[in-house]
């Protein structure tokens, strides 16, 4: 059975969808060109298609919200959203190939399809030992995912990102790089994903539900920023660097930085099983993020590499121990 606290994130994410959808709907069918010129390419000679599609895909948000109502029973209606949300980068997968889409359309499959993956097989998986098996490695995999993604920054990002001055330069080492300089965003989206991920599991931990609710969903903010950035970059760049990439520096290194560090702030005040060092140790991740948030606005480079730097190298271990210590004394309550 799915706890009261998991049941409560599960609303919030499928009313998130239901609104979504139903804003997407109403903006495809009003709309019908919008989108074709803000990736710019040629709208289609039959926009009433798209409009269609945008009513087929608001009757997705009315499903949506009726699963948030009653949760209880609409595994049906979140595994059906979940196949589509499968075949839709499938399908958009072949448009690329075919050369009728560009690569930028990939912001449109990043909100409508990729990053509901993860909560609704969460949900229909809740109640399985899959399900069970999974929030228990959520801290080790949120730490290994964001370690991964600080390696790719220093091994096959930092070409192309403001360390290097010169515009030209930067997109140069991009376009000789382009699959590693997706693939390396593309781990940093799912270390954005998995972070969210580990802060709805910390809020297992707390009692006061209204304080993790009030965290996770500043963290979604956050996600929505780093997402919509991360998406620029590979979908963008270097052809717009000089617009694109300032835009989505600041939406990821100030905005979505940010908000995880308010939520992480919120959820550090909240627990009281997070004592002594670790608390100290937790401090010192917030000040950093806060610290990268403020010199990615200001544009300090060395103050972006500096605190870069130093919230990653103290914030992976952190999770790893804290989540360890978490569990191990879960354990000890419930053996006594």
């Known amino acids: 059975m799915t706890s009261d606290y998991r049941e409560k994130l599960y609303r919030l994410v499928f009313g998130l969808a239901a609104i979504y959808n139903l804003a997407f709907g109403v903006w495809a069918c009003l709309w019908p060109r919008s989108f074709f010129d803000s990736v710019e390419i ?24 009726y699963a948030a109502y009653r949760i209880d029973r609409e595994a049906t209606i979140i595994s059906v959203g979940l196949a589509g949300k499968i075949l839709g980068p499938i399908g958009w997968l072949m448009v690329i190939n075919s050369g009728e889409w560009p ?5 449109l499959i990043v909100f409508n399809d990729l990053v509901w993956w993860l909560p609704f097989g969460l949900f229909l998986l809740d109640g399985t030992g899959t399900g069970k098996w999974l929030r228990h490695i959520t801290p080790w995999a949120s730490a290994a995912t964001n370690a991964f993604a600080a390696l790719a920054m220093l091994f096959a990002l930092r070409g192309g990102t403001e360390v290097i001055s010169s515009f030209a330069e930067r997109a140069t080492y991009i376009a000789e790089h382009a699959t590693m300089w997706r693939l390396g965003w593309a781990i940093w989206m799912a270390a954005a994903v998995s972070l969210v991920g580990f802060y709805a599991w910390w809020g297992t931990w707390i009692t006061s539900t209204r304080w993790v609710i009030i965290a996770y969903a500043v963290a979604l903010l956050g996600l929505v920023c780093d997402l919509f950035a991360e998406s620029l970059f590979i979908g963008w760049l270097p052809a717009r660097i000089e617009t694109v990439a300032p835009l989505g520096s600041l939406l990821t290194g100030g905005a979505a930085n940010g908000l995880y560090t308010i939520a992480g702030v919120i959820l550090t005040l909240s627990t009281r099983l997070l004592r002594g060092r670790l608390r100290i140790w937790a401090w010192a991740i917030w000040t950093s993020g806060f610290a990268l948030a403020i010199c990615t606005m200001i544009g300090s480079v060395t103050g972006v590499v500096t605190s870069t730097a130093v919230l990653m190298s103290l914030f992976c271990p952190w999770i790893a121990v804290f989540g360890w210590k978490l569990q191990r004394e879960y354990h000890e309550i419930t053996a006594t």
């Open 42 to 65: 040629a709208s289609p000679n039959y926009p009433a298609l798209w409009s269609c599609l945008g009513m087929v895909i608001g009757l997705y948000g009315v499903l949506y919200a």
């Open 103 to 107: 690569l930028r359309t990939f912001t």
